[in-house]
C-alpha cells in the first residue's frame, strides 16, 4: 500500500455483533486522524457509516503487538472498545500484519490479550476493572448510597426521575442499572442524561440491563459519542461485573445485544469477552474530499 499524497486511504468496514466500524491500517499507510476525519468517515447518510473508527499503528512499547486506538462517530478518541478489539485482531489476521495469536494491543490505558478462536470467534481479556469514582471519574458528593452485595448503587438525579447506578471503569467509564424490561426501557430519554450529566467528568456510557437469569442478561447502551449501538463490549463487561457484585449473576453470562450474543466471564480479578467479529467490505475513500464535502452540507 505505501504512503500516499492523495490522501486515499484504504480501510475495512467491520462489525461485531451488529456494532459497526470502518478500520484503518496505519502500519502500512499513513494515517493522521483527526476529529473532522472521524467525523466524516462515521457519517451514516454522506460517508462511509460507523459507531466507531479504529485504527491500527505500530506499537508505542515493546509489550505489545500494536497499537489500537477508537474514535467515536462524533470524532472524541476514547480509551477502549471491545467488540472493535474483537474486530481488530481479526483484522491484522486478515490483512496479514501479524499470524500471532494471541495479539498484544496497547490501548490508552494499558496491555489488552485479544485470541482468535478455531470456532471464528474472539475472546478479549478486557484488563483492569475499577468501580472507586475516582476511576472514571465520577463525582459521587452528596449522592445518596445503597449497598447491594459487593457494591455500591449511587442514585443520580434526572429530569424527570433518579436512577440506581453502578459505576464501573474498564478502561471506559460505564454507568449501569438494572431495569425490568429492556423493550420499555427509555434509553433514548435517560441516555443522554446519563451520558452527559456533570458529574461525570469524560461523559460516560450509559448501561440498561434485564436480568433474565443469573447467566443470562438483556442489554442496551447509550454509548458516549454514539448514541445507542447494536452492542457495546465494554458496555456487556460492565454490565455483567455489576451484577455479579450485585449478587445478581454468575459468571459466565450470556449477554444479548441488539446486535447479537456475547459470553462474558468474571471471577473477581480477571474479565474476559467472547463474541463474533466480521469483515463486511472493503474499499478506499478520499478523505480530505469527504471532509470538504460534508463541510459544505453543514
Known amino acids: 500500500m505505501g504512503d500516499n499524497?492523495?490522501?486515499t486511504w484504504n480501510f475495512t468496514k467491520m462489525q461485531g455483533a451488529g456494532n459497526d466500524f470502518v478500520v484503518l491500517d496505519g502500519v502500512r499507510q499513513t494515517i493522521e486522524m483527526?476529529?473532522?476525519r472521524a467525523r466524516a468517515l462515521g457519517d451514516r447518510h454522506f460517508g462511509i457509516g460507523a459507531d466507531q473508527i479504529l485504527l491500527v499503528e505500530p506499537a508505542t512499547r515493546p509489550d505489545a503487538d500494536f497499537r489500537y486506538r477508537i474514535f467515536n462517530a462524533d470524532g472524541s478518541e476514547v480509551e477502549h472498545c471491545g467488540n472493535g478489539a474483537r474486530c481488530f485482531v481479526r483484522?491484522?489476521?486478515e490483512q496479514g500484519l501479524s499470524d500471532k495469536n494471541p495479539l498484544r494491543a496497547e490501548i490508552a490505558t494499558g496491555i489488552i490479550v485479544l485470541d482468535e478462536t478455531p470456532a471464528g470467534e474472539v475472546t478479549v481479556d478486557m484488563g483492569v476493572t475499577r468501580f472507586e469514582p475516582a476511576a472514571l471519574p465520577f463525582d459521587a458528593s452528596g449522592l445518596d448510597t445503597l449497598p447491594q452485595g459487593e457494591d455500591t448503587l449511587y442514585r443520580l438525579p434526572l429530569r424527570e426521575a433518579a436512577v440506581d447506578l453502578s459505576i464501573v471503569a474498564i478502561s471506559n467509564p460505564h454507568a449501569v442499572?438494572?431495569?425490568?424490561?429492556?423493550?420499555l426501557?427509555?434509553?433514548a430519554g435517560q441516555g443522554p442524561q446519563i451520558e452527559s450529566h456533570p458529574r461525570f467528568a469524560r461523559r460516560?456510557?450509559?448501561g440498561f440491563m434485564q436480568i433474565v437469569d443469573r447467566r443470562h442478561i438483556r442489554l442496551r447502551v447509550y454509548e458516549r459519542g454514539a448514541g445507542?449501538?447494536?452492542a457495546c463490549g465494554t458496555g456487556a463487561c460492565a454490565a455483567v461485573a455489576a451484577g455479579i457484585r450485585r449478587g445478581l449473576l454468575d459468571s459466565p453470562v450470556q449477554v444479548q445485544t441488539r446486535g447479537g450474543m456475547l459470553t462474558v466471564a468474571w471471577n473477581g480479578q480477571q474479565l474476559r469477552m467472547t463474541g463474533p467479529a466480521e469483515s463486511v467490505f472493503h474499499g478506499q475513500v478520499d478523505i480530505d474530499r469527504l471532509v470538504l464535502s460534508l463541510?459544505?452540507?453543514r
Open 204 to 206: 460516560v456510557n450509559a
Open 5 to 7: 499524497p492523495a490522501m
Open 34 to 36: 483527526t476529529p473532522e
Open 228 to 230: 445507542e449501538t447494536l
Open 91 to 93: 483484522f491484522v489476521h
Open 177 to 183: 442499572q438494572v431495569v425490568e424490561d429492556i423493550a
Open 185 to 187: 426501557a427509555d434509553v
Open 295 to 297: 463541510a459544505t452540507r
